[in-house]
């Protein structure tokens, strides 16, 4: 079982993917590993506005499902499970989706993504273009969950949707 995360800036994918990954033992990975791995090999910290502007550059000169493909590629070749929490864009979406992917949506009002930005000393920028298309994922997702609580309260409600899914995963 593979599962996409969707969802605004500070809403709780990362969050959501650990459980899920804690729970059923799904491989961690992003959507824009290859950024990641840039922003490594160029030795700098990373810069949220810095790995959008060159996620988009890429994707102007190589096609907008650059990463997805590499991404879905991987999920094949290696037979695990995975679970990703960055998928930002409807051709993301219908990549995933049709390599069979689950796809969940997590929401939290402003004033309490503002908050955890704060608290983790990131910018809150949603107006980047990458930012743009996550809001139109929400009608399409298998899930929709509402991350206004506790971790306790996200736990228990992702644990209901992995029990309500009654799939396995394949361990690596």
């Known amino acids: 079982m593979n599962i996409a995360i969707s969802g605004k ?8 993917a650990e459980i899920i990954s804690k729970h059923n033992g799904a491989k961690l990975c992003k959507v824009i590993d290859k950024i990641y791995q840039i922003n490594k090999l160029l030795g700098v910290p990373r810069n949220r506005g810095f790995m ?3 996620g988009e550059s890429i994707r102007k000169y190589f096609g ?7 991404l879905a590629s991987r999920v ?9 929490d ?12 049709s390599a069979g992917f689950t796809t969940i949506y ?8 503002r908050k955890r930005a704060e608290k983790l000393g990131l910018d809150f920028r949603e107006d980047h273009p990458a930012e743009k298309e996550i809001e139109q994922l929400r009608n399409q997702c298998d899930f929709v969950i509402e991350n206004n609580g506790t971790l306790d309260e996200l736990e228990n ?3 209901n949707i992995l ?3 009654n799939k396995t995963l394949k361990d690596c």
Do not use: N, P
């Open 106 to 113: 997590v929401d939290a009002d402003e004033g309490i993504r």
């Open 76 to 84: 094949k070749q290696s037979g695990c499970s995975f679970v990703t």
């Open 9 to 16: 800036q500070c809403a709780g994918k990362s969050t959501l």
């Open 52 to 54: 959008q502007d060159l």
């Open 86 to 97: 960055d998928m930002r864009k409807q051709i993301e979406f219908d990549t995933l989706k």
């Open 157 to 159: 409600k992702i644990v």
């Open 64 to 70: 907008e499902d650059y990463f997805v493909k590499d």
């Open 163 to 165: 029990k309500l899914q």
